[in-house]
DNA sequence: AACGCGTGGAT
DNA sequence: TATCCAAGCGT
């Protein structure tokens, strides 16, 4: 006799029809699917919105088309893919796995769950993504979309609602074939239908097993998170300019932990009278400029930048200082990407004033 | 277990 | 403008 699970069977079902009409079936990664493809978006996609990973998705696929390509990069290569994309542990945790693959796995990429977890920048979503996904076997995922869908399939508030829960809760409505389709079309869901606000619920596939809208919560669930206090920092940075090549500016690379790890940075400071004291003990000279200050947003910071311009008038040598073209693509941070892309205007604009 | 880690889109 | 938060992970 069939039908012992009727619900759940009827749901994944509903769900699966749905994506059918209404999934999403031409994102980049969906095309000539690989586990290679598949791990590199799954990263990429980490707190990360789908219009944002798209051109870093194929610059990076382009740049290293499989997994022995990747293995021989060097991770400031994959930084300067990064560059401006954020979470830069990520680029480096992708360098790792890439290590890995080289040494344990003979380039190939791990097909079961502990191999897979183990890798560094994975951790239970991803491999579930990748698991289901890439090979098509029946493990959950516990992303964002799929969150938000769950908690409203089963009002999920208070005390229930904690991530032990809500895994055991996506696994118990996983079908028992096309995990790699079910996989997409829950975040197809929580993407498409059941949205942060104004859900279209009209248009859900669920809307029958949904009991938030049965309950009419589906505004109160999920429920906010509470606000975390975002704190004000002063950043001073001071671009140096060669005395020769307007070109060329002294960076230093920033430490292999904290914020901006491991990318290239502009000498720094949170206090004005540091950079004093830098431009004082390294007796730097030159014509000085003040850019107009501009601010920089993260999740628990407001940043406030001040950058002081200096066109060298001597030649200067700092220790652990490196002069770098500003036309060369290297892994840098958004407000120096900014920074530079203003000095690039202003030496356009002194070119063209001279003829 | 709370927090650090980036950036951009939506409202 | 301010706020929330997205295909989360590591510690």
Redesign the pocket.
Known sequence: MNGKEPNKGSLSKKVLSWHKLNG?HN?P?QKNINPYKVWI??IM????????VLPYFKLFIKKYPNIKSLANAKLEDILELWT??????RAE?IYKTAQILKENYQFKFPKNYEDIINL????????G?ILSIAYKKKYPIL???VK?VIKRLFAIQGSANNDSNLWTLSESILPNKNNDIFS?AM?DV??LVCT??NPTCSMCPLIKDCKSYKLKLTKIIPE??K?NL?KKKKIYLLLIQDYKKDNFILMKKNNKE????NLWNLPSFSLKKELNNFVLKNKIKGKVKVFKNFS?????YKLDISVFHIKLSNKLIIKNYNWKNIYDKIAI???ILITFEKLIKEIENANGNVR
Do not use: C, F
């Open positions: 999403r994102l990664w978006s799954e996609l980490q707190q990360t919105q789908v219009s944002t401006g994309l954020g979470y830069y542990r945790n560094p920048g994975i951790g239970k979503s991803t491999a993504a992303d964002g979309n938000r997409q975040m929580g993407s942060i606000n906010k998170k606000s975002i904290g914020l901006w790890a920089h947003n993260l999740t628990h941070s958004k407000p």
